[in-house]
Each structure stands twice: as C-alpha cells, then as structure tokens.
C-alpha cells in the first residue's frame, strides 16, 4: 500500500514539473527525471544511507535552461531520499515494535493454565507455524501463589531474519504487556526449546507440592534459558521430565543433556534503611535449587 501511494505521488510531482517548463529544451522530461534521481541517490556508509546525490548536484549541477524546475526535482529527490531511508524505516520500527495488550487475570501460579498463556500469544499474532522456540521464562512468586512476576521471550524465523516477542505480564492491570522487535540473526535459536512442547512439560511439575517442599521464604522462582545444555552438577537435585512423568537422576546417570528449568527460593540476606528507618533496598540470594530436565 505505502510503495502505490509512494508511485502516485511520483507521477503527480513528475507532471506538475514538466508543467512548469519555461524554456524550450530537448528532452526536458527524461532531464528532470535524472535531476530527481540524481537528488535521491544514496551512498550508504556504515550502514548509514546519505544524501550522497544531493550534495553533488549543489557541487557541481548549475542549469540555466529551466533551472528553478531541475532545482525542484532535485529537491524533490532529496526528499524522497529522507523519506525512504530516514523517516519510513523509523516510523514503520516504531509501528512493529508497539506494544500490545492480551487481557488475562492470573489468580495463583498454582492453578495457572501454561499452555493457554501460550495460546492467547499466538492467538493474538496469528502465529500458526511450527517454528516458536521459547527462551528467558521466569516467573516469581510467594507462597500462596501470587505471582511477583512473570516474561518469557519467543523466537520465529520470518523471511530470513527473526521475529522476537517480549512478553512480560502486568500484575496491576491484569493483562500481557506484547512487543514485537525484528533480528537479523539469532546465533542460539536451534538451541532453544519449542514453545509448545515447553509450557506442556511445565504443566508437569506440581507447583505446589515443590514450593512447600522449600519450606518458607519471602518468595520463590521458576526459571528456564530455553537453550538445550549439558550439565553435570552434583550438589543439586536433579530430576528428568519425559512423556509426562519426572525421575530423579543419580549422580551415575550424570552428565545430562536436555532444556533446564530450575526452581528455586529467594533466600533474604541483608537490607538497607535510611536515617527514617524505612527501608530503602533489600538483597536476595537463590538457595534450594531443583533442576528438571524436559527430554526429548
């Protein structure tokens, strides 16, 4: 739609300027043309578009026959220049990269249904491909269930390059806060877990029953990179999640390879107050770690 109404707008400009011929010259409209291209030629440096064009037209370009018309198409061309490497690739960024809203209330990380939180994302984009990988999942939470906070990012391959959505959810006002960037390349992004199949293996752990297993601390994490890894610590538990059931691992069993999700309690370990004695910063360390496996 932007490329037809750009063409339109060419042919009008072109138009009035042949109009506005006040000498007789041969070839007058292929003349203006090449001042127009002339004025919209780009010389990129660094990935950096300038006006290369331009500034070779104020140079070494000074026409008297119907001079002020090949001026106006050389202007004209410059501007066309601004407009397509300048100020439609910024506004056109700014449009992809807006947020967007998905309206959900989540009552307890307990009950929370994981793969409809993925549903309504892809519902949301018409996302129907097979290609979503997931990483940078986290939620936080204390131990009635109420979430602290809780994002992940996806990942899609999108006519050579990649589509990243953010998504991170808003406790006050109930609702998935969406943006959407684009990446040249993603190194790590075969690395990483499918979506799908993530959030129906987290849907395995029994949330509740791991939290008081922890005992009680101010407040506890869920955590996975998405990214498949190798890994052989012995002073964790360790567990595998596969077709639905988890195993533990024994030390002989190590090392493992598969998508980590950890989970963990947030241990407090110092404060600061100010001379009010209100309390102005606290500090967390992660302690009780449990590590589970999805093998696939």
Known sequence: ?????????????????????????????????????????????????????FVIYLLFFHPTLNGHVKRTAAICGVAAFLLVHWILPGTMEAWESRPHFIKQEIESVYTMDF??????????????????KLEDFEVEYLKDGSIKDLSWQLATPNNGKYTI?????????????????????????DRLIDAQHFFEHIK??????????????????????????????EDESLFIVKNGEIQS????????????????????????????????????????????????
């Not at 102005?280 to 992660?286: A, C, H, I, M, P």
């Open 1 to 53: 739609m932007v490329s037809i109404i750009y063409t339109i707008l060419l042919i009008i400009i072109f138009l009035i300027l042949v109009r506005k011929k006040n000498d007789e010259e041969s070839n007058f409209p292929l003349k203006v043309i090449g001042y127009f291209i002339l004025g919209s030629f780009a010389f990129n440096l660094n990935h950096i578009a300038l006006p290369l064009g």
């Open 115 to 132: 793969p409809y939180q993925l549903k309504m994302v892809k519902e949301k984009f018409k996302l129907e491909n097979n290609d979503l």
């Open 165 to 189: 959505y953010q998504i991170r959810y808003e406790l006050g006002k109930n609702r998935y806060r969406v943006t959407k960037s684009q990446a040249d390349t993603w190194f790590h992004y």
């Open 204 to 233: 395995t752990l029994n949330m509740k029953e791991i939290t008081l297993g922890k005992g009680d601390y101010p407040y506890y994490v869920i955590q996975s990179t998405g990214e498949r890894v190798n890994y052989a610590a």
């Open 249 to 296: 691992i024994d030390k002989n069993q190590l090392p493992v390879e598969g998508y980590m999700i950890r989970t963990f309690a947030m241990e407090k370990t110092g404060e600061q107050r100010n001379k009010q004695g209100n309390l102005t910063q606290e500090s967390f360390e992660g302690t009780d770690t449990s590590t589970y496996f999805v093998i696939e």
